[in-house]
């Protein structure tokens, strides 16, 4: 059986935040690599959603948590203004009307999935500390909705 390939919530996510002025697509995913590889820039992890959906279009209206890592390894302090800036930076694309809704091209692993349109975006919940990690680790989580559809997807 082969099933047809579907843009899902986190890959939208992932692809919205990668777009965000200051941010890339090795700055953000769904599992945090070794903090080697995100130690310079910080690191953005994006999991699951819940939302709602429309009953008789194919839009979604999902619920993704949010978590922005930042460390300076060889200080033992967490640099939180590192990871206010990721933070900041996402919550400030939001208010980027003219910017927030984008047509997005969904990839991941090397497979190309149909691309999709978020038509828009904002936080809910206030970017909070979250304590628990490494000394030298800063780690703050949050609430961001997202409203999109897949632009080229055929139902019948």
Not at 62 to 83: E, H, N, R
């Given at each position: 059986?082969?099933?047809?390939?579907?843009?899902?919530?986190?890959?939208?996510?992932?692809a919205?935040?990668a777009?965000?002025?200051?941010?890339?697509?090795?700055?953000?995913?769904?599992?945090?690599?070794?903090?080697?590889?995100?130690s310079?820039?910080?690191?953005?992890?994006?999991?699951?959603?819940?939302?709602?959906?429309?009953?008789?279009?194919?839009?979604?209206?999902?619920?993704?948590?949010?978590?922005?890592?930042?460390?300076?390894?060889?200080?033992?302090?967490?640099?939180?203004?590192?990871?206010?800036?990721?933070?900041?930076?996402?919550?400030?694309?939001?208010?980027?009307?003219?910017r927030?809704?984008?047509?997005?091209?969904?990839?991941a692993?090397?497979?190309?999935?149909?691309?999709?349109?978020?038509?828009?975006a904002?936080?809910?919940?206030?970017?909070?500390?979250?304590?628990?990690?490494?000394?030298?680790?800063?780690?703050?989580?949050?609430?961001?909705?997202?409203?999109?559809?897949?632009?080229?997807?055929?139902?019948?």
């Amino acid at each position: 059986m082969t099933l047809p390939l579907r843009s899902n919530t986190e890959l939208v996510a992932m692809a919205w935040i990668a777009s965000v002025p200051g941010l890339s697509s090795a700055m953000v995913a769904t599992t945090l690599p070794d903090p080697s590889a995100w130690s310079d820039d910080g690191f953005v992890v994006v999991t699951g959603g819940v939302g709602t959906t429309a009953l008789d279009v194919p839009a979604k209206n999902p619920v993704v948590q949010i978590d922005a890592y930042a460390t300076y390894p060889t200080s033992g302090k967490p640099p939180w203004g590192l990871v206010d800036l990721l933070c900041e930076a996402i919550r400030a694309e939001t208010y980027q009307r003219d910017r927030a809704v984008r047509d997005l091209a969904i990839s991941a692993g090397g497979v190309v999935y149909p691309a999709a349109r978020v038509a828009g975006a904002r936080l809910l919940t206030e970017p909070r500390r979250v304590y628990g990690d490494p000394a030298d680790w800063a780690h703050k989580s949050f609430d961001l909705q997202l409203l999109w559809v897949e632009t080229e997807a055929t139902y019948s």
